[in-house]
């Protein structure tokens, strides 16, 4: 082959190239720009929320925080007085006992997501109603589906009945694993049960044991 030849051919094959990592670029570029915008949105439909009674009451919507591409969402039930007023998810004792948690399975905070039922705090910390959890899930299912998590960890019994549509107790649904909308789910406690009855640290252990398991092979 002739020089000449040689060279543009090689120029030929650099512009292919270069254009396909161009595309690919920009391909993803779009995907990140419409990811950002859903998510914004989302977010800020959830900050402007007066859809049940619960708004008249909070500072803070507590609309979830960590990794939005995470293989681990934890949900739990709904913000108490100190998410409430920083607006962010597990932030007072039950959610040190969490982040522990998280830790003790080889993860950090950051890695993984974690958000509530409820978008807004119960008055004094009561449980929430059928109606407040049907007007809010809609927010959650939403950012599930968005964050596509390979594994869901619910935390307590509201959390866990509202996805998995149950009425038995938590004590009788962990341990398992569970499927929601083709994801896996692990029950787990609540943190804040955890805090007064230390015992059953030892059974919440063996359920993020089975989550470590899952991500592992997964
Ligand atoms: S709890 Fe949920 S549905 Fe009710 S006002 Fe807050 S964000 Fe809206």
Known sequence: MREEDWRSLVELEHSFVGDDLFLATKDDDQEKISFDKTWANLSETVKECQKCSLCDTRNHTVFGEGDVNAKLFFVGEAPGKDEDLSGKPFV????????????AMGLQR????????????????????????????PYLKRQISIIQPKI?????????????????PISKLRGKVYSYEGVSLVPTFHPAYLLRNASMKAKAWQDLQLVMKLLDTR
């Open 92 to 103: 007072g004792r039950a959610g040190k006992l969490l982040t522990k948690m998280i830790i």
């Open 152 to 168: 869901l960890c619910t935390l307590g019994s509201f959390a866990t009945k509202t996805l998995l549509e149950e009425e038995t």
């Open 110 to 137: 950051e890695d993984v997501f974690i958000a509530n039922i409820l978008k807004c705090r119960p008055p004094d910390n009561r449980n929430p109603s059928s109606e407040e959890i049907e007007k809010c899930v």
